[in-house]
C-alpha cells in the first residue's frame, strides 16, 4: 500500500497568519487517464471528514476561498491563508491514483 | 444534498459479526457513476479503507487485501442503502466506521461515523 507521508504532524498557528501542510506520496500520482487523485479532508473535533480540495487544487462547494491545493507528482501542499478559529481540526490527505486508496496519517491544526 | 445516514449496533463480542447499514437520500445505490465505500479510523491505524459496492451494468465489490477474507458489503436497492458485515472481530477491530460515497477518484459525502467497539 502506498504510504501518504504527512509533515508537520502538529501545527500550531496565530490567527491570521497563514498555515502549510505538507503531502508526500513515493510514487508519482499522476493516473493513466492524465489526472491527478489526490483530496484534503478537514476533521473538525467530533466530526466526520469533510472533503475540502479534489484533484489536487479543485475546492469543493462551500469551503472558504482561504483554503488552496498545490502540487504534482509526488509532492502536494494545503495551505489556509490566514487561520480562522473554526479551521481548528486534523486535516488529512489521500490518494487514489493507487489500489488501495490510502490516506496520510493527519496534520493537526491549533491555535496559539 | 447526499445524506448518508448510518444505523447499527455500537458494541460486538469477540469472534461474532459487526453489522453495519447505511441509507442513501439524495441518490442511488445503483447509480453508474458512484460507488458505495466503508472506512474506519482508529487511533492506532489511522483512516482506512476497507472495501466498496458499485453498480456498472452488474454489481461489484473490491476490498482491502487486509480484511478480504472477514468482510462483505452490499447494496440493497429495494431500501436504497448498502451495508457492511465484518466477521469474526477481535479488539483490533475497534474504530469509528464510516460509510462514505466515492466519485471520480475521491470520497465526497460521509455519513455520521457509528464507534464500534469489541469487547466480552
Known amino acids: 500500500d502506498l504510504v501518504m507521508t504527512q509533515s508537520p504532524l502538529s501545527l500550531p498557528v496565530t490567527l491570521g497568519q497563514s498555515a502549510s501542510v505538507s503531502c508526500r506520496s513515493p510514487r508519482s500520482l499522476v493516473f493513466s487517464d492524465g489526472n491527478t487523485y489526490l483530496s484534503w479532508f478537514q476533521q473538525r473535533p467530533g466530526q466526520s471528514p469533510r472533503r475540502l480540495i479534489y484533484?489536487?487544487?479543485n475546492r469543493d462547494s462551500g469551503v472558504p476561498d482561504r483554503f488552496s491545493g498545490s502540487g504534482s507528482g509526488t509532492d502536494f501542499t494545503l495551505k489556509i491563508s490566514g487561520v480562522e478559529a473554526e479551521d481548528v481540526g486534523v486535516y488529512y490527505c489521500?490518494?487514489?491514483?493507487?489500489?488501495?486508496?490510502?490516506f496520510g496519517q493527519g496534520t493537526k491544526v491549533e491555535i496559539k | 444534498q447526499v445524506q448518508l445516514q448510518q444505523s447499527g449496533p455500537g458494541l460486538v463480542k469477540p469472534s461474532q459479526t459487526l453489522s453495519l447499514t447505511c441509507a442513501i437520500s439524495g441518490d442511488s445505490v445503483s447509480s453508474n457513476r458512484v460507488t458505495w465505500n466503508w472506512i474506519r479510523q482508529s487511533p492506532s491505524r489511522g483512516l482506512e479503507w476497507l472495501g466498496r459496492t458499485y453498480y456498472r451494468s452488474k454489481w461489484k465489490n473490491d476490498y482491502a487485501l487486509s480484511v478480504q477474507s472477514r468482510i462483505t458489503i452490499n447494496p440493497d436497492t429495494s431500501k436504497n442503502q448498502f451495508s457492511l458485515q465484518f466477521n469474526s472481530v477481535t479488539p483490533e477491530d475497534t474504530a469509528v466506521y464510516y460509510c462514505?460515497?466515492?466519485?471520480?477518484?475521491?470520497?465526497?459525502?460521509w455519513g455520521q461515523g457509528t464507534l464500534v467497539s469489541v469487547s466480552s
Open positions: 484533484q489536487v487544487s
Open positions: 489521500m490518494q487514489a491514483s493507487h489500489w488501495p486508496w490510502t
Open positions: 462514505v460515497r466515492g466519485v471520480s477518484g475521491s470520497l465526497d459525502f
